[in-house]
């Protein structure tokens, strides 16, 4: 899918469908927002638009056959509600990621831009992360593709700032897309030693080197809870580092992605139903490998390190057992009482790893808990820290970049619940405040000091339901767009 800008009349412009903006008029009647159509066409439009019934209220799509006068084969109204009330631009971006994703199958679309750059940029975004599908493991039949090509029409001349934020978009874009696929991808197709590939595959050609840490180099570090995750499984474990360190560069920026390729439970099995979501427990993983490759596609000036603890998680003779007490990179051991709490022993040893760099800070992405989504819903992304001002950064990024994230609290009263008998901490604690007890877990690995944030990403990663606005079924691309917004914001001129 291609998405690019260009100042051709609307009307004369030759396409499957032309997008236009409309809102809430006086009355019945719908307010049409298209620059370069005649003042009686877009009056015409906005009769057709009524009579269509279309209330024109956020999220709405209209479609109206061929109007005489303009060369699109259809016209698709962008339902925008009363935009002069929206708080942040989401519900613009999702607006049009409706209309664009009605437009499935189409090859080429234009919309009729707003071209102002504040406004430009959700448009954009929203229209390109709407035109997404998974194909890749359809067989004989073809599954419905996306728009082929996006085209915004802007009044005049495109002008260089417009052109520089579509290559952004594009760039942002193609991350989230890549992020999307790799949860998407069936977990036969993707164990570890394959997201240990595709991770260097997405930044092959980038100025970002990149470490593989096999079973062997994770012994030989002493990466217990690597291990331990993986020794159940067929598919060995690994550990990958990303690194992109600019000149002048003065921050950096350490980025940790839970990499559970397919998560059973182990021998504290899950039940059956809907299990194979599990093979969306790459997610963080998947955000950090793609937000590395944004951010080193775009140039940032801030020195970036990716953390990648991939391992499959299942039950077998050779699975680690509720009681096992396992060491992990720092030396702390851990009395794993359920085998279904793993991803917090794997990104033990990468968050440990991490903080000898002592980064400017470290956030970690992680489908960590079901009481995120308990706590949360299915949209929106737990956001816990050790560091209020860290914490809050985070959540300003993710509202800048259009994620839906919100701050919680790690109080020191969650901990006694993982006092072990045998070991210096449990895996598990109290049933109550799950999410938040998985990151009092996560802090024992980060020294004083060590600015951390740790996104709880569990349900928002993988959208179970129907696609709404840009958002697909399946494989979101959560925190990949928060993640290079913090980067850009650390970043030097
Ligand atoms: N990967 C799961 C968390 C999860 C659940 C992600 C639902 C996405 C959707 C994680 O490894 C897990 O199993 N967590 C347990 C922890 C418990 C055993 C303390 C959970 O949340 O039930
Ligand atoms: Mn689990
Ligand atoms: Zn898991």
Request: hydrophobic fraction near 45%.
């Amino acid at each position: 899918m291609t998405l690019t800008l260009a100042a051709t009349s609307p009307a004369s412009t030759v396409c499957d469908a032309l997008l236009i903006g409309i809102a809430p008029g006086k009355g019945k009647s719908v307010d049409v927002y298209a620059h370069g159509l005649s003042a009686a066409q877009s009056r015409k439009l906005a009769e057709a638009f009524a009579s269509a019934g279309a209330s024109a209220k956020a999220g709405e799509v209209t479609r109206l056959p061929a109007q005489t006068g303009i060369k699109a084969k259809t016209i698709i109204g962008i339902g925008l509600g009363d935009f002069r009330n929206m708080l942040g631009f989401e519900s613009y971006r999702r607006s049009v990621g409706n209309a664009v994703r009605s437009t499935a199958g189409m090859k080429k679309i234009a919309i009729i831009a707003t071209p102002d750059i504040p406004h430009l940029r959700p448009l954009a975004l929203g229209a390109q992360l709407a035109a997404y599908s998974f194909t890749e493991h359809k067989g004989k039949s073809k599954g419905t593709t996306p728009v082929q090509s996006i085209v915004l029409l802007v009044p005049g001349a495109v002008t260089p700032e417009q052109k520089e934020l579509i290559a952004e978009i594009n760039v942002i874009s193609q991350s989230v897309f890549l992020a999307r696929d790799l949860v998407n991808t069936p977990p036969n197709a993707l164990p570890p030693v394959a997201l240990a590939k595709a991770a260097k595959d997405a930044v092959a050609g980038l100025p970002v080197k990149v470490t593989t840490w096999d079973v062997a180099a994770l012994k030989r570090d002493g990466c217990g809870g690597i291990l331990g995750v993986g020794q159940g499984s067929t598919n060995p474990p690994r550990l990958v580092k990303l690194e992109y360190a600019p000149a002048g560069a003065t921050k950096h920026l350490s980025l940790v992605g839970k990499g559970i390729t397919f998560d059973t439970g182990g021998i504290s099995i899950k039940p059956a139903a809907q299990m194979d979501e599990m093979k969306g427990d790459m997610g963080g993983a998947a955000a950090v490998i793609c937000a590395v490759k944004a951010i080193a596609e775009l140039g940032l000036k801030v020195k970036v390190t990716g953390w990648v603890p991939t391992a499959e998680n299942m039950p077998s003779g050779d699975a680690m057992r509720p009681g096992d007490v396992i060491t992990m990179f720092d030396g702390t051991t851990v009395e794993v009482l359920n085998t279904d709490a793993e991803g917090r022993l794997i990104l033990a040893d990468a968050l440990g790893m991490a903080v000898l760099e002592k980064p400017t800070l470290l956030i970690d992405a992680a489908t960590l808990t079901g009481a995120q989504g308990i706590a949360l819903g299915t949209r929106i992304s737990g956001v816990m820290s050790n560091d209020d001002g860290a914490r809050a950064q985070v959540c300003a990024a993710a509202d800048a970049a259009g994620e839906e994230v919100w701050p919680m609290p790690l109080s020191e009263d969650f901990r006694p619940a993982f006092d072990s008998a045998t070991a210096d901490i449990a895996n598990i604690g109290d049933r109550f405040g799950g999410m938040m007890g998985a990151g009092v877990f996560l802090q024992e690995f980060i020294p004083k000091g060590q600015p951390w944030v740790h996104m709880d990403i569990a349900r928002p990663s993988f959208n179970e339901k129907a696609a709404y606005g840009y958002t697909p079924k399946g494989g979101t691309g959560a925190a990949v767009r928060t993640f290079v917004q913090v980067a850009r914001e650390l970043a030097t001129e």
